[in-house]
């Protein structure tokens, strides 16, 4: 009798244990780097130790994307203690810039083009010091461990996917850069295409010495002289030097938390673009947008509204706050957001200009582009902890240069071309010695009243960053979507006068409707341009998501 019970109770025991829903989750742009992510949770490892794994494969399998060329914004949920901070990976620039070094001998801004590609337009990587201060605050397996799928992928090649494929065969500046053109050629002369094995040795080796030594691999010796000499070769040579590598460190803080309804939503700090996206959700908690499914388009329409007034502020204010003055308190205040929600209508008008919060400085309208380049994923594990990280080399394939197998980025572009805008105030966003450029990244963690995981966002696609994450944030909180079909919602990106959207994507009458409030959605590389990964907590149960425009998959574990 007796064992017949323990039997029953085995057995009982291992019906519940097979279940128990899934403690961990990881989503991310390639599922390679998915799968790297979850190897290491299986191990025993934990949410930032998996962030390493997954960015050390995306660098591989993604260049186009991110790399350990590239910078980072990550936020870091401690499952324990219920804190979140902000990790600041982003790129600085050399001693040597100047605020006219992409400008002409003419003194007008040279081309995107030409900017791109020149030495001058790459800052000094900071993704992998950010991970590796991170991991030394709260890793729980070896920094050296970590990297062993993404060296073993290097080493033995990986599938090169569609997406890839088709942005080696694109029309970017870089897709023709002589580094870039080598790399994804083929040994009959043909150019790599989707389905061909890719093998990047020099990669491997690179990883081996970052596994061994941590970022000083990168920032000191042979990897960094490299970074540095490519640079200084032209055309339009940089003013990189082995001082402005070894010297950089990044930046660590509380997360910049702030309520939405009855939620807690925490961002990365100025110069990202959290506090652009915070300063939308204060004022789409102002609006009824709730009332208004994804069917309706006056919901859209003040999504639209929003996004307009969110930008309006954010290219005139926001930059590196070590610089300048950066309004914050009084672009998150109530009363601002107050009166900011004001200007929305019942038809759309001409583009807003930007608020006068308190505390604002006198700064010019800013016309910085920022591409999409950029990936993001997010990672849950089984002891709470969660990670929601935006990783990127800026456009695609960075600046074209590559070294010891990695793509370095264009991250100076991201600053004003000009130092002074059209009506002769400063650009806050103006380039200097040893600033960071102001970032449209925002991964995203949102918490309940009692500071307990509730979701994780993040998306690339350069300025419409923002506007994909509220997309998002609005499908699930406001609309009460699954977390995949919030994702899935058509993409609206309203910066201005120009409305960049899927119109095929929504619902019948909306498009028409939208039109006739003075919204006229067209289809834009920019609404395609969406890489987004979350993780949702819903009745105790964790739900993945990733976005069908990319080749990512979110996948449980553990």
């Not at 991991?135 to 997406?163: C, I, M, N, Q, T």
Request: charged share 20%; aromatic share 6%.
């Amino acid at each position: 009798m007796r064992l017949m019970i323990a039997l029953a109770l085995s057995l009982l025991a291992g019906a519940a244990a097979a279940a128990a829903p899934p403690q961990g989750m990881v989503a991310a742009a390639n599922p390679a780097a998915t799968e790297a992510g979850l190897k290491v949770l299986r191990a025993g490892g934990n949410a930032i130790d998996a962030a390493v794994a997954v960015q050390a494969t995306l660098g591989l399998v993604e260049p186009q994307s991110s790399g350990l060329g590239g910078g980072a914004f990550m936020v870091y949920y401690d499952g324990r203690t219920r804190r979140l901070t902000a990790y600041d990976g982003r790129e600085t620039a050399p001693a040597g810039a100047t605020p006219d070094m992409f400008l002409n001998t003419a003194g007008q801004p040279l081309s995107y083009a030409e900017a791109v590609l020149s030495g001058r337009s790459a800052g000094v990587p900071g993704a992998v010091a950010m991970l590796s201060l991170a991991h030394k605050e709260h890793g729980k397996l070896a920094w050296a461990s970590l990297f062993e799928d993404a060296e073993h992928l290097a080493d033995e090649g990986f599938l090169v996917g569609p997406r890839l494929a088709g942005l080696i065969a694109g029309g970017a500046p870089q897709a023709k850069a002589p580094d870039v053109i080598a790399y994804f050629t083929r040994p009959d002369g043909q150019r790599i295409g989707a389905g061909d094995r890719l093998k990047n040795p020099a990669y491997a080796a690179t990883l081996r010495r970052v596994a061994a030594e941590g970022p000083s691999a990168l920032l000191t010796g042979s990897i960094a002289a490299d970074i540095v000499g490519r640079l200084h070769q032209g055309p339009l040579p940089g003013t990189m030097t082995a001082a402005d590598m070894a010297g950089y460190r990044p930046h660590e803080a509380e997360a910049l938390c702030r309520p939405f309804h009855q939620w807690i939503v925490c961002e990365p700090n100025a110069p990202s673009g959290g506090p652009a996206t915070l300063e939308a959700l204060g004022l789409l908690e102002r609006t009824d947008i709730a009332a208004h499914g994804p069917a309706d388009a006056r919901g859209w329409f003040i999504l639209a509204q929003v996004e307009r007034l969110m930008y309006a502020d954010d290219l005139r204010y926001v930059a590196d706050p070590a610089f300048v003055q950066v309004p914050l308190a009084g672009l998150l205040a109530p009363d601002y957001l107050d009166e900011r929600v004001k200007l929305i209508g019942e038809r759309a008008g001409p583009a807003p200009a930007a608020g006068h919060p308190a505390g604002a400085p006198h700064y010019g309208p800013d016309g910085t582009l920022e591409p999409g380049g950029t990936s993001s994923f997010t990672i849950v594990d089984r002891r709470g902890n969660v990670v929601s990280m935006t990783t990127t080399v800026e456009s695609v394939f960075g600046d074209g240069r590559m070294v010891d197998g990695f793509l370095l980025n264009n991250q100076l572009t991201d600053f004003s071309f000009s130092p002074r805008e059209k009506d002769g105030a400063p650009a806050a966003n103006a380039v200097g010695p040893g600033k960071r450029p102001r970032s449209s990244m925002a991964p995203t963690i949102v918490l309940d009243h009692d500071r307990r995981f509730v979701a994780a966002v993040g998306s690339p696609g350069g300025l419409a960053i923002p506007s994909y994450v509220l997309k998002t944030l609005v499908g699930v909180f406001e609309w009460k979507l699954p977390i995949q079909e919030a994702i899935n919602l058509p993409n609206l990106v309203a910066l201005g006068d120009f409305y960049a959207s899927e119109p095929a994507k929504f619902a019948p009458g909306v498009v028409d409707a939208l039109a006739a409030k003075g919204v006229t959605v067209k289809t834009s590389f920019a609404a395609e341009g969406s890489g987004l990964h979350a993780i949702l907590m819903k009745d105790g149960v964790l739900q993945g998501g990733a976005d069908p425009r990319r080749e990512g998959v979110a996948k449980p574990c553990c």
